[in-house]
């Protein structure tokens, strides 16, 4: 079992960036490499979505057309961290940005982009974007 804890949210102006972070702990023996890592988004009143995904070694990411060439998703396995880079937000990138952890192996972006994928998941961090 792996707990996360999101951090990094805040109230930013449209076209500026933010960084948000995600802290994986566990049981011993199990590392962050142990898991597949993605970020989600929910809005007021919309279903959660997919924001961006990357494999254990962090070689392969995948992104949300809607966030492609504006997020960047990046881990650090030795320190236990996924971040998610966010430049040139809009007032639609506004939501609470939920990291979540899968330990299976997935053959298709679009398992990568399901939330029934991951069985760990954090509380949560909010993004406001002021217009």
């Known amino acids: 079992q792996v707990q996360l804890a999101e951090s990094g949210g805040g109230l930013e102006q449209t076209g500026g960036s933010l960084r948000l972070s995600c802290a994986a702990t566990?049981?011993?023996?199990?590392?962050?490499?142990?898991?597949?890592m993605g970020w989600f988004r929910q809005a007021p009143g919309k279903e959660r979505e997919f924001v961006a995904a990357?494999?254990?070694?962090?070689?392969?990411?995948y992104y949300a057309g809607s966030v492609k060439g504006r997020f960047t998703v990046s881990r650090d396995n030795a320190k236990s961290t996924v971040s998610l880079q966010m430049k040139n937000l809009t007032p639609e990138d506004a939501a609470v940005y939920y990291c979540?952890?899968?330990?299976?192996?997935?053959?298709?972006?679009?398992?990568?982009?399901?939330?029934?994928?991951?069985?760990?998941w954090g509380q949560g961090t909010q993004v406001a974007v002021s217009s």
């Open positions: 979540a952890a899968s330990r299976r192996t997935y053959s298709s972006a679009a398992d990568y982009a399901t939330a029934p994928k991951y069985d760990y």
């Open positions: 566990g049981r011993t023996g199990r590392t962050l490499s142990d898991y597949v």
């Open positions: 990357i494999t254990r070694s962090g070689g392969i990411t």
